[in-house]
Structure formats: structure tokens, C-alpha cells
T-cell receptor
Framework: AQTVTQSQPEMSVQEAETVTLSCTYDTSESNYYLFWYKQPPSRQMILVIRQEAYKQQNATENRFSVNFQKAAKSFSLKISDSQLGDTAMYFCAFMKQETSGSRLTFGEGTQLTVNP | GAGVSQSPSNKVTEKGKDVELRCDPISGHTALYWYRQRLGQGLEFLIYFQGNSAPDKSGLPSDRFSAERTGESVSTLTIQRTQQEDSAVYLC???????????FGPGTRLTVL
């Protein structure tokens, strides 16, 4: 079974600064996907970024980028130029790569607060 | 609408009653997921439907929980004889293809008194 661990229950950052959220996972699979989702107080889950395990290049989406270390089973999220609207719960998630698809396994989340 | 919709948005029920939660996925999405999120916690997998394949029910916590999906459309999650520990937000998600990131609905907040 896969497990996802987010060791930082809460983090805070000043507006315009950079923050990194940690995520580690445990799996025996070689092919899989990793995701970061954001959940603001509205509780709507929003995809932030996606990474395929076979790709060595780290995914980036505007101010969001990941540091994917496959050997270390680490998948951290870096948010640059933090904005007040980035305040939310952030979840790291793992999905096995299977033809028929599979479940997403989530970490426990990191509550990020961006301070003005 | 363009997104995943869920109804009701909030449900309050008495212990021992049955409840039905509904999910309307995005049209054409073959994969559908149900998750449970207790207050302040992460998302707990319940069940996964993919096309006409047998669903992955391995996350259902007890036989009081069941879910159905009609083809590649609506899904209902049924909880029988509700207990207070069933209180949570129930989230539905759908995906157009295995491996693509699922899109989540707004959830149904269930409160069992």
C-alpha cells in the first residue's frame, strides 16, 4: 500500500516571500503520478500541479514548482512570490499509473497562512 | 454546469437514519471517486468507479456504506443507519482518463446528530 506523509501541519509566510511545503511517499511502484491540491476555506479542492514519475524534469505552473526526487521519494512544493490568496490547506497526493486507473492517496495536509 | 456537482450541499440527519448523497460528474468523465474528509483531516478514499470495470470498493469503512454509478453518469453514495462518526464532508471527483488529475466537486457536509 502507498502512504503519503506531510510532516508540516502548519506553515506561515510573509506576502511576496517564498515557501516550500514538504511531502514524502512510500511505494514499491515505478510508474506513478504525484499531485499537489489546494483547499481554501470554501473546501473546493483545486489542482495546483502534477508530476509524472517517469519525467526527470520538475513540473512548474507559474509561481508553483516542485522538487521531485524519485530516489528519495520526495515531492516538495515551492510557492514563489506568495499571495494572500494562497492561504489554504495543501495536500500532496499519489496515484499509481495503471491502465484502469487507481485511487488517489492523500497526505494529511499542510495549512499555509500567508501574512500581509 | 461545467464542473462536478454534488447534492445536497449540507445534510443534517439523526443517528440511525439512512442518507443518500448524489454526485454528477463532468460529462464524458469515465472515472469517478468518493472521498470522506473529517474535520481538520486529510481525504480518506472510499470507492472508485472506472467505466464498466468492477469498482474498487476497498475503502468503504463498513457494510453500512454503499455506492452505485449509472453508466458513466450520476453516482449515489448511501450510508445506512448513520452514526455520529459518519459526520464529515463527502467529496466526489471525476476524471476524463485514468492518470489525469481528478476534478473535485464542492462536497456534501453531513452532520449526524
Amino acid at each position: 500500500a502507498q502512504t503519503v506523509t506531510q510532516s508540516q501541519p502548519e506553515m506561515s509566510v510573509q506576502e511576496a516571500e517564498t515557501v516550500t511545503l514538504s511531502c514524502t511517499y512510500d511505494t514499491s511502484e515505478s510508474n506513478y503520478y504525484l499531485f499537489w491540491y489546494k483547499q481554501p476555506p470554501s473546501r473546493q479542492m483545486i489542482l495546483v500541479i502534477r508530476q509524472e514519475a517517469y519525467k526527470q524534469q520538475n513540473a512548474t505552473e507559474n509561481r508553483f514548482s516542485v522538487n521531485f526526487q524519485k530516489a528519495a521519494k520526495s515531492f516538495s512544493l515551492k510557492i514563489s512570490d506568495s499571495q494572500l490568496g494562497d492561504t489554504a490547506m495543501y495536500f500532496c497526493a499519489f496515484m499509481k499509473q495503471e491502465t484502469s486507473g487507481s485511487r488517489l492517496t492523500f497526505g494529511e495536509g499542510t495549512q499555509l497562512t500567508v501574512n500581509p | 454546469g461545467a464542473g462536478v456537482s454534488q447534492s445536497p450541499s449540507n445534510k443534517v440527519t439523526e443517528k440511525g437514519k439512512d442518507v443518500e448523497l448524489r454526485c454528477d460528474p463532468i460529462s464524458g468523465h469515465t472515472a469517478l471517486y468518493w472521498y470522506r474528509q473529517r474535520l481538520g483531516q486529510g481525504l480518506e478514499f472510499l470507492i472508485y468507479f472506472q467505466g464498466n470495470s468492477a469498482p474498487d470498493k476497498s475503502g468503504l469503512p463498513s457494510d453500512r456504506f454503499s455506492a452505485e454509478r449509472t453508466g458513466e453518469s450520476v453516482s449515489t453514495l448511501t450510508i445506512q443507519r448513520t452514526q455520529q462518526e459518519d459526520s464529515a464532508v463527502y467529496l466526489c471527483a471525476s476524471s476524463p482518463d485514468p492518470g489525469l488529475s481528478p476534478f473535485f466537486g464542492p462536497g456534501t457536509r453531513l452532520t449526524v446528530l
